[in-house]
């Protein structure tokens, strides 16, 4: 995966340099050591967090937190204690980049503000449960949603009433954007702001000849990669 990523950047590289301007001269000072693992494996929870149900504003009623959606097209994206709670496993919660959600909804809530926002709910739930003599499953929502608020938890309680609907236009209230990260990741921003049409149709163009490519470098990548690091 080593060699594989270091030759998409090569290719970036060379996409960047024939189509962005300013890009001509472009050279690779230096890459990263290792590979850093942006996806992992995800709990199987009482509540994972869908891309259908927060594309249609749904708040759910154990919310714990809210989260910015990927793009302003969506409102933001309620997060509920179920995300956290495995579905048969008693006695643990999974916060941070292994709660419970599809693929897409992850690519945002593994992030680092996502993460503070389950970390603290979990913690606050953790400390409840032992306190009751009960496992994290059975905590009083309630309770736990009043001590998160307590803490400064933006979060829509259950006592709110069972017809929670987030305005879409509310969510550009400055405490609605307090968790915003950079989950508008680069390649998506180079895909839909700053590359024409075409260009967007060559990099695709690139990236499928590519996945039918061995996965050693030839003799020409190697070069060409010896060369920038030189």
């Known amino acids: 995966m080593g060699v594989e990523s270091r030759r998409w950047m090569l290719d ?9 301007p300013g890009f001509a001269d472009a050279w690779i000072m230096e890459t990263a ?27 759910y009623a154990d919310e714990v937190g809210v989260s910015p959606s990927l793009s302003p097209t969506f ?30 909804s992850h690519t945002f809530l593994r992030e680092i503000p996502q993460c503070w926002l389950t970390g603290q709910a ?4 953790t400390a409840l449960s032992v306190n009751a003599g009960l496992p994290p499953r059975h905590v009083d929502v309630d309770a736990l949603q009043g001590e998160l608020v307590k803490q400064g938890v933006y979060l ?35 895909h839909e702001l700053f590359f024409t049409p075409d260009a967007q149709q060559e990099y695709a163009a690139g990236h ?23």
Not at 40 to 56: C, I
Not at 81 to 95: H, K, R, S, W, Y
Not at 122 to 125: R, T
């Open 33 to 59: 050591p290792q590979i850093g693992v942006r996806h992992s494996r995800r709990l199987t929870g009482v509540q994972p967090v869908l891309r259908e149900q927060w594309q249609s504003g749904v708040v």
């Open 156 to 190: 829509r309680r259950r006592s709110d009433g069972p017809d929670l609907r987030l305005d879409v236009h509310k969510r550009h209230e400055g405490r609605h954007l307090v968790l915003v990260a950079d989950v508008l990741r680069a390649e998506r921003l180079q």
């Open 75 to 104: 409102a933001s994206v309620s997060v509920p204690f179920g995300t956290m709670v495995p579905v048969e496993l008693d006695g643990l919660l999974a916060p941070g980049r292994h709660v419970a959600s599809d693929a897409v």
């Open 12 to 20: 970036l590289l060379s996409f960047y340099r024939a189509n962005m």
């Open 208 to 230: 499928q000849q590519r996945d039918h490519e061995p996965t050693e470098p030839d003799d020409q990548h190697g070069a060409e990669q010896h060369s920038e690091n030189t």
């Open 122 to 125: 979990a913690g606050v739930a």
